[in-house]
């Protein structure tokens, strides 16, 4: 299984990455920045995308709209990983733009979802 990740919250984005290599034994790509992960994100083939909503310069909707486009990707699960997630706003535009599932950030309980979500990629 192979999991893209992009938060430019480095501690964030590379505890995920460590839990996602250790629970799932997956192979984890992360980036830092929207751009770089539009930049990999076609060869790398991921198989679920996990984004930010709330990145500088381009955010997650924005990054989730570029990446569908790209055909290797469109039908793959995105989840928005966000501290935005109880936001009726964040969720109607991440459903709108095609975000499969809407998960906060910053407990326990979520990140378990989150792992148990991916389980199922």
């Keep these: 299984m192979k999991i893209l990740i992009a938060?430019?919250?480095?501690?964030?984005a590379d505890s995920l990455a460590v839990l996602v290599r250790v629970?799932?034994?997956?192979d984890v790509c992360v980036f830092y920045d929207a751009e770089?992960?539009?930049?990999s994100a076609g060869?790398?083939?991921p198989d679920a995308v996990v984004l930010d909503i709330n990145m500088p310069g381009?955010?997650?909707?924005?990054?989730?709209?570029?990446?569908?486009?790209?055909?290797?990707?469109?039908?793959?699960p995105f989840?928005?990983?966000?501290?935005?997630a109880d936001d009726p706003l964040v969720r109607k535009i991440a459903r709108r733009v095609g975000f499969k599932h809407v998960i906060s950030k910053g407990d326990a309980?979520?990140?378990?979802t989150?792992?148990?979500?991916?389980a199922e990629v």
């Design 7 to 12: 938060d430019d919250d480095i501690d964030a």
């Design 23 to 26: 629970v799932l034994d997956a």
């Design 36 to 39: 770089s992960a539009l930049a």
């Design 43 to 45: 060869d790398y083939r």
């Design 58 to 76: 381009m955010d997650g909707f924005q990054t989730a709209r570029r990446l569908k486009k790209d055909r290797r990707l469109e039908r793959k």
């Design 79 to 84: 989840i928005a990983h966000t501290a935005a």
């Design 109 to 112: 309980d979520s990140v378990t």
């Design 114 to 118: 989150l792992i148990d979500l991916l």
